[in-house]
């Protein structure tokens, strides 16, 4: 059984950061990939940054120069700095991993809210 589990939601202003974490619990064997994505009301999911074992790193042109993506192996986390934040931003923002268990399968954090407002 593998859980991810979601941290550093909240309310931010216009221009501020935010930190967000993702770590993995359970029976791994090997973690592929990571990555966060968003939903806001209305809208489909969207892929806002990725990294895999490379590391290599992959980001949505709307978040190109405000977020980056970073994880720490050791502890099969994986986080999100942001910064720069405007609403545009505001939405729910799920963890993604693709890990190898008993056999490989995509893994989903709870979510976290994420509002940028005055």
């Known amino acids: 059984q593998v859980q991810l589990v979601e941290s550093g939601g909240g309310l931010v202003q216009p221009g501020g950061s935010l930190r967000l974490s993702c770590a993995a619990s359970g029976t791994i064997f090997r973690i592929n990939a990571m990555g966060w994505y968003r939903q806001a009301p209305g809208k489909q999911r969207e892929l806002v940054a990725s990294?895999?074992?490379?590391?290599?790193?992959n980001y949505a042109d709307s978040v190109k120069g405000r977020f980056t993506i970073s994880k720490d192996s050791a502890k099969n986390t994986v986080y999100l700095q942001m910064n720069s934040l405007n609403p545009e931003d505001t939405a729910i923002y799920y963890c993604?991993?693709?890990?190898?268990?008993?056999?490989?399968?995509?893994?989903w954090g709870q979510g976290t809210q994420v509002t940028v407002s005055f």
């Open positions: 990294i895999t074992s490379g590391p290599v790193t």
């Open positions: 993604n991993m693709k890990i190898y268990s008993k056999y490989l399968d995509d893994y």
